[in-house]
């Protein structure tokens, strides 16, 4: 599903309560008494810090109280009393920041540790969700979900507990040292410029949302244009088009800052209106206390006092509303992330599916139909097997529905009607990862991953040696070429494996599979893109790797299948012609002697074209 489009009903009611409900277990984790200590100790400490941040201003009031008790304490400052309190002040101002400090210490284990479940855990339900899923996903805009989700994890991780929590302590703490130090005007002073600022906060926050919402589309669309664009860098090129890809970018960028510049512009309103209220609740504070100070029912101690406890208590209130502005913001963009999570699996395993029991890889596809969307069928009620250790192919047009063939064997979707067997198991009832086990692959489009030859080819076996890797290589006919290259097997291969040509990424691929050692092989036209010569190499190495395995191959030039055990025509998604090469070719009129007949002109007009080429 890509992100910014209609989301499912029950996906749309997933709010942000819900979201913090899905984080908590993350805080306080199941069976692991070591971190519930330290998300206990953690809020100890919390405690312990603002016990003495709502002691300093009393300790001061108490300083100064002692020295003006007698107008000639000035003189005497090595009395007692000042000294033990000034001292206990500066403790105070130390254990305060240091509580602080330690309580980070003992929360990180629990925040890091968090934060790592929650990536691994999306990271592998992105690997769970189905082929259908990542066909229609934008990598550039699901990286930016993930990536703003992951920091958002983080700063509730590290702001819910440690801000909002102390904050509303620091409040009842200030509230109770206002009512019974002073009087109940100030506490309710107090607690009323406090709801005001909390109330305005919260309403404007919440209307802002909006804008941000819209920041979080248009940097997601930004993204996806950028990564799309660079990842077709060569087709960008070969059409000429910087110009019209950067001019896309530019208006995605130019959508995202109109937005930014709302979202800020709000949020200076928003502030403004913060320090207003801030600086009401101050003046009406130090007016009571004035007043009561002149009409002589407070010392000027009182009045140091309220005046310092207050704006004290505004400090954290302050970035309070920072932080809920940013939580706000991080729910949002976790709620994107944590959406991924919710989507069900089109694929999943049954309760307590048993594990592939392979004894020779025999497929059969038993009256097979399948459709993407329901209103075109692929597949109408195709029948085939394929005997262990033998050899079938399945040839059509494009279109036919010869790739559905190898996507369904691999379960990357599940049958209509009918059923896959392999060895007699139904695919769908035992576990995907010993299905994909016992099958290898070759596929049309080999990918590579932006890391060394090596790497790669030990993918198919990432336990293996490097003589087990030397091998395979030899195996694909690849290793003289890693020999000429200056790394050897450290050689990179590049971004999708462009550093290295079409017939040594099919090689490689080759290697990968023999380092998988499967029962049953799978060429989804494995040579198809390749030229003559490079399709007669890879086609002899492929002929060992096959030996004595189950193949399916999926072919479109019909030369690479003639030795096939049995050749399977699609046409419409149905099987309308089977049989051995020499077989097919004699069907007057047939399907197969029709392809046959125009590859092979093909092939002539080619050899033509080389002769002449030649003589010019």
């Known amino acids: 599903m890509r992100p910014g489009t209609h989301q499912p009903p029950e996906l749309e009611n997933y709010n942000q309560w819900q979201t913090v409900r899905t984080l908590l277990p993350y805080l306080w984790p199941v069976g692991e008494s070591q971190m519930k200590l330290r998300?206990?100790?953690?809020?100890?400490?919390?405690?312990?810090?603002?016990?003495?941040?709502?002691?300093?201003?009393?300790?001061?009031?108490?300083?100064?109280?002692?020295?003006?008790?007698?107008?000639?304490?000035?003189?005497?400052?090595?009395?007692?009393?000042?000294?033990?309190?000034?001292?206990?002040?500066?403790?105070?101002?130390?254990?305060?920041?240091?509580?602080?400090?330690?309580?980070?210490?003992?929360?990180?284990?629990?925040?890091?540790?968090?934060?790592?479940?929650?990536a691994l855990q999306v990271f592998r339900h992105l690997h769970h969700m189905s082929l259908r899923f990542h066909l229609d996903r934008r990598t550039g805009g699901l990286s930016r979900v993930i990536e703003r989700g992951t920091q958002g994890v983080d700063f509730i991780l590290r702001f819910m507990l440690f801000n909002i929590i102390p904050t509303a302590l620091e409040i009842a703490f200030v509230t109770?040292?206002?009512?019974?130090?002073?009087?109940?005007?100030?506490?309710?002073?107090?607690?009323?410029?406090?709801?005001?600022?909390?109330?305005?906060?919260?309403?404007?926050?919440?209307?802002?949302?909006?804008?941000?919402?819209?920041?979080?589309?248009?940097?997601?669309?930004?993204?996806?244009?950028?990564?799309?664009?660079?990842?077709?860098?060569?087709?960008?090129?070969?059409f000429n088009n910087e110009e019209h890809e950067a001019a896309r970018f530019d208006q995605a960028l130019q959508r995202y800052e109109k937005a930014a510049v709302k979202n800020q512009v709000t949020l200076s309103g928003l502030?403004?209106?913060?320090?207003?209220?801030?600086?009401?609740?101050?003046?009406?504070?130090?007016?009571?206390?004035?007043?009561?100070?002149?009409?002589?029912?407070?010392?000027?101690?009182?009045?140091?006092?309220?005046?310092?406890?207050?704006?004290?208590?505004?400090?954290?209130?302050?970035?309070?509303?920072?932080?809920?502005?940013?939580?706000?913001?991080?729910?949002?963009?976790?709620?994107?992330?944590?959406?991924?999570?919710?989507?069900?699996?089109?694929?999943?395993?049954?309760?307590?599916?048993?594990?592939?029991?392979?004894?020779?890889?025999?497929?059969?596809f038993d009256n097979v139909s399948f459709a993407y969307d329901p209103r075109r069928t692929v597949l109408q009620n195709v029948s085939f097997t394929v005997p262990a250790g033998h050899t079938v192919a399945i040839v059509g047009h494009s279109g036919a529905g010869k790739s559905t063939i190898s996507r369904l064997l691999y379960r990357f979707y599940d049958v209509t009607s009918g059923a896959i067997t392999i060895d007699g198991q139904d695919i769908r009832l035992v576990t995907q990862e010993s299905l994909r086990a016992a099958i290898g692959i070759v596929p049309q489009d080999t990918v590579l991953f932006n890391d060394s030859i090596g790497y790669n080819i030990a993918y198919g076996k990432p336990s293996a040696s490097q003589d087990e890797v030397i091998e395979a290589a030899k195996l694909a006919s690849i290793h003289d070429f890693i020999s000429t290259q200056p790394e050897g097997y450290d050689t990179n291969v590049g971004e999708r494996g462009l550093k290295v040509s079409g017939g040594e990424k099919q090689r490689i691929a080759i290697a990968r599979t023999i380092m998988k050692d499967p029962p049953i092989l799978l060429l989804d036209e494995a040579t198809s893109a390749l030229d003559t010569n490079t399709e007669k190499e890879i086609q002899a190495s492929l002929k060992k790797v096959s030996l004595n395995r189950t193949t399916l191959v999926i072919a479109h030039r019909l030369s690479t299948v003639v030795d096939a055990d049995e050749i399977i025509v699609l046409d419409q998604g149905r099987i309308v012609e089977r049989g051995k090469h020499s077989v097919l070719v004699t069907i007057e009129k047939g399907h197969y002697q029709a392809m046959w007949q125009r590859q092979q002109e093909a092939v002539e007009v080619a050899k033509r074209l080389e002769v002449l080429a030649e003589e010019l």
Request: hydrophobic residues 50%.
């Open 271 to 364: 502030n403004i209106g913060q320090n207003c209220i801030i600086a009401s609740g101050l003046v009406v504070v130090m007016i009571m206390s004035a007043n009561d100070l002149v009409s002589g029912r407070h010392g000027i101690d009182d009045f140091v006092f309220a005046n310092m406890l207050l704006a004290q208590m505004f400090m954290p209130l302050g970035f309070l509303g920072f932080v809920y502005r940013e939580m706000k913001r991080s729910l949002i963009d976790m709620e994107a992330m944590f959406r991924l999570l919710r989507q069900k699996l089109e694929v999943t395993d049954v309760p307590d599916a048993p594990e592939l029991q392979s004894s020779g890889g025999e497929v059969v």
């Open 39 to 118: 998300v206990l100790g953690a809020l100890l400490c919390l405690t312990i810090a603002k016990v003495v941040t709502v002691s300093i201003p009393y300790i001061y009031k108490e300083i100064i109280a002692a020295m003006t008790a007698d107008p000639g304490m000035t003189q005497h400052l090595t009395v007692a009393v000042p000294v033990f309190l000034i001292v206990g002040y500066g403790i105070a101002r130390l254990l305060s920041p240091a509580f602080g400090e330690l309580r980070d210490a003992v929360f990180a284990r629990v925040g890091q540790q968090a934060l790592r479940r929650i």
């Open 176 to 238: 109770v040292m206002m009512w019974t130090i002073l009087d109940w005007r100030y506490a309710l002073a107090t607690l009323g410029s406090i709801g005001v600022y909390v109330a305005f906060t919260f309403m404007v926050t919440e209307w802002r949302i909006q804008f941000r919402r819209e920041m979080n589309k248009q940097d997601t669309e930004a993204n996806t244009k950028a990564i799309d664009s660079l990842l077709n860098y060569e087709t960008v090129k070969y």
